[in-house]
């Protein structure tokens, strides 16, 4: 996920959270989860780092990248969703 932010030139920030799965209570409420990495971009908000790859590049890549973010999603096809929006979770 990083190599793909740098890829891209974009800036981020990371957040440090705890090794525990159970101790990570900020990535829970946030995503409904507790695996990581996270991406919160806007208000969108995704997880399993292949899927946050493959959103960095159709949002911000040239085609190239875009092409390499429809294999991607191809390899995800009738799998669950990693992602929501941070609208979607402010009921949960």
Not at 24 to 29: K, N, S
Not at 57 to 79: H, I, N, P, Q, V
């Amino acid at each position: 996920m990083r190599q793909a932010l740098d890829n891209l030139g974009l800036p981020y920030g990371v957040i440090q959270v705890p090794y525990d799965r159970p101790a990570r209570t900020a990535v829970a409420e946030l995503t409904g989860q507790h695996r990581t990495p996270v991406l919160v971009d806007g208000g969108t908000v995704i997880w399993d780092s292949r899927r946050i790859v493959s959103y960095l590049y159709s949002t911000y890549g040239d085609e190239d990248m875009r092409e390499r973010a429809r294999e991607l999603d191809a390899e995800f096809a009738g799998s669950e969703p990693d992602l929501c929006s941070l609208e979607d979770r402010s009921d949960a």
